[in-house]
């Protein structure tokens, strides 16, 4: 197993323990540190290009769908969707009143706004092709967001699971964007970064440490 993948299930369990506290209302006030080999690039998901930045980003914010196990997708901010015969249409009913970190209540319109942003930058995102085919985006009847394809792409509900989906809005908070999801963006130092879950408090540390030096320590049975 490469040790890059071990670092990453380390998160990945630690949050999991993190969930776990939020269930049963303990609060650990000291922060949990876990070590990351590269630091976030860009946080504005569409121009995400690393797979720290991607991880964060799937816990901090939320997605229309999300993929609960391989090849499997739920709901994440769409509470139930629809798409046309031809694979060119996809309506979304969404789940209205999720919060972003700044208290903002989430609705449709926030949704539209965040893909109409992802478009704009097309030429710029690794999920480009998929932007870039979006002919337009718009709120229907309240709750409703309506994606609709220049092209039918059959695979296009899950592309929406991919963290580059992930809804956003620009705003005052830590890294100039607010997300929905479980963990806010605490902190963003140029070596570390902090994010604090929103039910119980607990913030978890997350320390850059070069891919080299964290080989060397694992294989010295210090990491």
């Not at 309506?91 to 609705?107: N, V």
């Not at 902090?194 to 978890?204: A, K, L």
């Amino acid at each position: 197993m490469k040790l890059r993948n071990i670092v990453t299930g380390i998160c990945v369990s630690l949050l999991g323990v993190g969930e776990g506290m939020a269930a049963s209302n303990a609060v650990q006030k000291a922060p949990i540190r876990v070590n990351i080999d590269g630091m976030p690039v860009n946080l504005e998901p569409p121009l995400l290009t690393d797979t720290n930045t991607a991880w964060i980003l799937h816990h901090v914010g939320d997605r229309l769908v999300e993929e609960h196990r391989p090849g499997q997708l739920q709901g994440n901010l769409a509470l139930e969707w629809k798409i046309s015969e031809d694979k060119r249409v996809y309506e979304f009913k969404i789940k209205t009143g999720e919060k972003f970190g700044d208290g903002k209540a989430l609705d449709a319109k926030d949704v539209v706004e965040s893909l109409s942003r992802a478009r704009k930058n097309g030429d710029r995102s690794r999920v480009g092709f998929y932007l870039k085919n979006i002919e337009s985006v718009v709120q229907k009847n309240g709750d409703m967001v309506e994606i609709v394809l220049k092209k039918p792409a059959s695979n296009f509900l899950q592309i929406l699971s991919d963290a580059s989906f992930t809804i956003y809005r620009p705003c005052s908070s830590v890294g100039g964007f607010c997300f929905t999801g479980e963990f806010d963006l605490a902190k963003l130092g140029p070596d570390s970064v902090e994010i604090r879950h929103r039910s119980n408090g607990q913030v978890f540390a997350l320390q850059f440490m070069p891919f080299d030096e964290a080989s060397s320590r694992f294989k010295a049975g210090a990491l």
